[in-house]
């Protein structure tokens, strides 16, 4: 066991250094690229005079200023490469050196004044010089790699190896021992099923089956949080039921339960996947629609909701004449936080309430 963590710990470890030469090889070539441009914008400008070259061969010295820094920072995890790093900062300080004084030769004496030829001679010179260092940091990086990667395939190896002597321990345990594993598995499904049925009464209605009030808080702000980023509307229904106490005072509380799982799955019958149903307490139903483009399609959830009363809900033989009475509070327009977007939606409902029940209204309208 020991055995694998430790070829698994190396595996890491090798990986993230392979990586790395990877980075430092990748930064030597964009320093040589650097380079390059800084002299192609030093050339353009000495042939043609535009001084928009300029500002190529000043990118190119910064890239050129960055990449030896990070090089120059990193040179601790690769001393192989320090010689050839510190000659090729030397030479790169020459070589933009004469860069500058082409540059400025340039400005005062023209293009052709006889000190140019030999800048660019040197120019030529110092850059390869400058490439051949480069090479040979490449060169070391790229030996040190593949060393990387040898013992990479070497620590692959040893953990399959050690994985299968592994599971070989493992299935031996496991036939020693097949009883009692047995035993603790169906101990542990059986503690897993009571754990999801104590965690699903938290967050359900124990009559109905939808969520609660409890689930109704925490899938509010999710929504709330995700439409504030991105900038997109939801509603929340709050659905009141007109007649139910009377049913509980006449028929009982027992008939008033099933009328209320009666509703809840008449409820859901005409809802869509995406539609979020709880029960909120009593006769309170919330609904929050969280995906929708014009309010219409709110109006036509709404009437939806409210014909499936036009004629009386059967439980159990009984014919029952309720209603239910809808306010709606849609974000951002009736509120910005999640609180006050629930009150609106209540007092909506009251105002559906007053208006003779049975309909729905948008609060404040």
């Known amino acids: ?18 990586d790395s030469v990877d980075r430092q090889r990748y930064d030597v070539a964009a320093l040589a690229r650097a380079i390059t441009n800084a002299e192609s914008g030093q050339r353009g400008y000495l042939l043609t005079g535009h001084t928009l070259f300029l500002d190529t061969m000043e990118q190119g010295r910064a890239d050129t200023h960055t990449l030896v820094a990070r090089l120059d920072s990193q040179a601790s995890d690769f001393e192989l490469i320090r010689p050839e790093l510190g000659k090729v900062k030397q030479l790169i300080h020459r070589k933009f050196d004469v860069m500058d004084r082409s540059i400025q030769v340039q400005m005062r004496a023209g293009s052709y004044a006889s000190h140019l030829t030999v800048s660019k001679d040197k120019s030529r010179e110092l850059m390869k010089l400058i490439n051949d260092q480069l090479a040979q940091m490449d060169s070391k990086l790229q030996h040190l790699r593949s060393d990387y990667a040898q013992e990479i395939r070497q ?3 040893e953990s399959v190896i050690g994985a299968v002597l592994l599971c070989i321990l493992i299935i031996g345990v496991l036939l020693f021992s097949y009883r009692n594993t047995t035993d603790l598995l169906g101990q542990m499904l059986e503690t897993q099923a009571v754990t999801e049925q104590l965690s699903h009464q938290v967050d359900h209605d124990l009559l109905t089956g939808l969520p609660n009030r409890r689930s109704v808080d925490e899938h509010l702000e999710n929504v709330f949080q995700r439409a504030r980023h991105v900038s997109k509307p939801f509603a929340i229904f709050f659905m009141d039921l007109d007649g139910f106490k009377h049913v509980n005072d006449e028929y009982g509380h027992e008939i008033g339960d099933a009328l209320l799982i009666e509703v809840a799955s008449m409820f859901q019958r005409v809802l869509r996947q995406t539609d979020f149903l709880a029960r909120q307490g009593g006769d309170e139903f919330v609904l929050v629609v969280g995906s929708y483009l014009h309010r219409m399609e709110l109006v036509q959830l709404a009437q939806r909701l409210i014909q499936l009363f036009a004629r009386p809900v059967i439980v159990r033989t009984m014919a029952l004449n309720i209603g239910v009475s809808i306010g709606i509070a849609e974000y951002p327009r009736h509120g910005k936080q999640v609180k006050q977007l629930l009150h609106a939606a209540d007092q909506a409902m009251y105002v559906s309430k007053k208006n003779g029940k049975n309909s729905y209204s948008f609060d404040g309208e």
């Open 1 to 18: 066991m020991l055995w694998l963590f430790i070829a698994m710990y190396q595996l890491v470890s090798f990986s993230e250094q392979k």
């Open 155 to 157: 620590r692959v190896i």
